[in-house]
């Protein structure tokens, strides 16, 4: 049986985040010698290279390696959880929250504001980007969980729905659509659309658009909801976003914006909480989900009614 330390899981747990031995040695307090040596033991106690050590190359974790990496980073999880259950104290600690960048400002805000009233010795590290970034960070670790759209996730997710939300079409007050109580794709067809490019929502307009035997007429693709919307308000096109709850139709330069349901639906799906299946969600990681559905849940279609309400009481 190998036998080795937390603490050596620990050190070797937090390579993947440095390119060079000296590097992670200066991070962990270490002197750069003590952490190879660390590193050696490792490696003769499970019998496999887990590392390849160069000075003009750097710092290289193999396959197993990274593999290894991911695991230590599980059992140091759990060991900590092991700890806190025998304290039987509160929720404490730190929980590492994921958030696609299209949505973040309606969720976020709304998690840091009240989950930290109930939980106040849990502190909550929040990371935003797209699936490309999101993804991999909770497959090595670096995420506990993350708040994404229900859309093209590849398989090996645990997931629990917060809400739900549909593609909406995003128009100036004066656009000739926004008197209507809803619109149709196809009317949107022939208009200049700013495309919001990210995934998964650019595939998701194609697709809908596809759905109906139409093509969108992009005048332009934007990396930014709220370009998306800065864009619309000066009635330059219109855009399709998916419903957000805590969303007021108004652009960032403050210019009223007109937010229709689409008719027929194009797109209806869940913002969900995700995690890999093969790994367990901390208690605190669980309470931080259990705030977002409490907070969040059902509000994705209530928000919607509201602002474009609130849309049609501008114009």
Same mark, same amino acid.
């Given at each position: 049986m190998a036998e080795f330390t937390l603490r050596q899981l620990e050190l070797f747990s937090a390579l993947p985040d440095f390119t060079t031995l000296s590097a992670a040695a200066? #991070?962990? /307090?270490?002197?750069?010698s003590a952490l190879s040596q660390a590193i050696t033991s490792l490696e003769k106690a499970v019998g496999v290279q887990l590392c390849v050590r160069r000075k003009a190359r750097g710092l290289q974790l193999t396959p197993a390696g990274q593999h290894f990496a991911v695991r230590a980073r599980g059992i140091l999880r759990d060991s900590q959880e092991l700890a806190f259950e025998l304290q039987g104290g509160a929720l404490r600690g730190p929980v590492r929250l994921g958030c696609f960048a299209s949505f973040a400002t309606s969720v976020i805000p709304e998690i840091l504001d009240g989950f930290p009233r109930r939980y106040p010795?849990? @502190?909550v590290e929040v990371t935003v980007g797209t699936e490309e970034e999101l993804l991999p960070a909770l497959e090595s670790g670096q995420l506990d969980v993350a708040v994404v759209y229900d859309m093209f996730l590849p398989l090996g997710y645990a997931q #629990?729905?917060?809400?739900?939300t549909e593609l909406e079409a995003?128009? /100036? !007050?004066? /656009?000739?659509?926004?008197?209507k109580d809803s *619109?149709?794709?196809?009317d949107l067809a022939g208009e200049p659309l700013v495309?919001?490019? @990210?995934? !998964? @929502?650019?595939?998701n307009t194609h697709r809908a658009f596809a759905a109906r035997g139409l093509r969108p007429t992009v005048l332009t693709s934007v990396p930014q909801v709220?370009?998306?919307q800065a864009l619309v308000g000066r009635g330059l096109g219109y855009g399709l976003l998916m419903s957000r709850p805590n969303s007021?139709? *108004? @652009? *960032?330069?403050? #210019? !009223?914006?007109?937010? #229709?349901?689409l008719r027929p639906s194009a797109t209806r799906t869940h913002v969900v909480a995700i995690w890999p299946e093969d790994m367990s969600l901390s208690p605190r990681a669980e309470a931080l989900v259990d705030y977002a559905v409490e907070a969040l849940g059902g509000r994705g279609e209530a928000g919607r009614g509201a602002h474009t309400a609130a849309g049609a009481a501008r114009e």
């Open positions: 200066e #991070r962990l /307090h270490i002197s750069e010795e849990v @502190s #629990r729905e917060i809400y739900a995003v128009l /100036h !007050p004066e /656009h000739p659509l926004a008197g *619109v149709d794709l196809a495309m919001y490019d @990210s995934s !998964p @929502s650019i595939t709220i370009l998306v007021a139709p *108004v @652009s *960032v330069e403050g #210019r !009223p914006l007109a937010v #229709r349901p």
